[in-house]
Each structure stands twice: as structure tokens, then as C-alpha cells.
């Protein structure tokens, strides 16, 4: 796909989850498209974890937003760069369980590297800063 084609749906990406909207989510990606959270090591596959990694962020934040995004796209990949901003209003996922919502705010820099292939997303990895998210819940 073009360039342009590729940066379009890095963009539909960010609309569907700024919208809500799950499917539009889920339906961005191929069957067997991988995601990587860099900083935690998480891994998710396909559908059913396309949709778990939603679910993750949107539980803690459900009024979450990606602003300030910018996309840079070539004919095989897209680079997403945003601010994700959100009150931390349900439990986050923590390496001993869950966390109890701090009622805090962030907004902290994100970064994904997605690959793209006839403009759908076959793989992403998301790079954020831990500690930044840590100091803004007050979980540090």
C-alpha cells in the first residue's frame, strides 16, 4: 500500500479508540497480527488479544485519548506518535495484580511502530515510559 494509505489507517486506529469503538479497533488489524508493550513485556495475538490490549487501557482510563498524534508512513510501515491523556477512573493491570484507580491524571508521550500489509496492521510495538505513568498516578 502507499504511504498515504498506511498513515490513513495508523489514523482510523486512533479515531477508533479516541470513539470507543472496539470493533473499529479490532478491525484494523490482520487475523494474525502480534502487539508488543515494550515497557511491560506484554504480548497480545491476534483478535481476541487485539481486543484485550483495548480493554487493558480502557478499563483504567475510559475517558482516554490520543491527541497531538502524528504519523509518519512509508509503503510497509507507519510510526504513531501521540500524547495519551486520560484520569486514571478504574483498576490498572499491575505485575501483582491489580491496581486501585488513583483518580489522577497523565498525559504522557506514546509511541507505536506499526507494520502494515494491504492496509490493515500486521504488527505494532508501543514504547511509553513506565516511570512517567508511575510518577503521574502517584504510583512511585
Not at 487475523?31 to 506484554?42: F, I, K, V, Y
Not at 506518535?81 to 484507580?101: C, T
Request: net charge negative.
Amino acid at each position: 500500500m502507499s504511504a498515504a494509505a498506511n498513515e490513513q489507517a495508523v489514523r482510523a486506529l486512533y479515531d477508533a479508540w479516541n470513539r470507543r469503538d472496539l470493533d473499529g479497533w479490532v478491525g484494523a488489524f490482520t487475523p494474525d497480527a502480534t502487539w508488543h508493550n515494550a515497557p511491560s513485556g506484554e504480548t497480545f495475538t491476534g483478535p481476541d488479544g487485539m481486543a484485550q490490549n483495548y480493554r487493558n487501557w480502557d478499563k483504567p482510563f475510559p475517558d482516554g485519548l490520543c491527541t497531538e498524534i502524528e504519523v509518519l508512513a512509508a509503503e510497509d510501515f507507519a510510526v504513531g506518535r501521540f500524547i495519551a491523556r486520560g484520569v486514571n477512573s478504574g483498576p490498572l493491570a499491575g505485575p501483582d495484580g491489580e491496581v486501585p484507580a488513583t483518580g489522577r491524571s497523565l498525559a504522557v508521550p506514546f509511541c507505536d511502530v506499526h507494520r502494515l500489509r494491504d492496509g490493515r496492521i500486521t504488527s505494532t510495538d508501543r514504547y511509553w515510559d513506565q516511570a512517567s505513568v508511575d510518577r503521574a498516578l502517584g504510583l512511585s
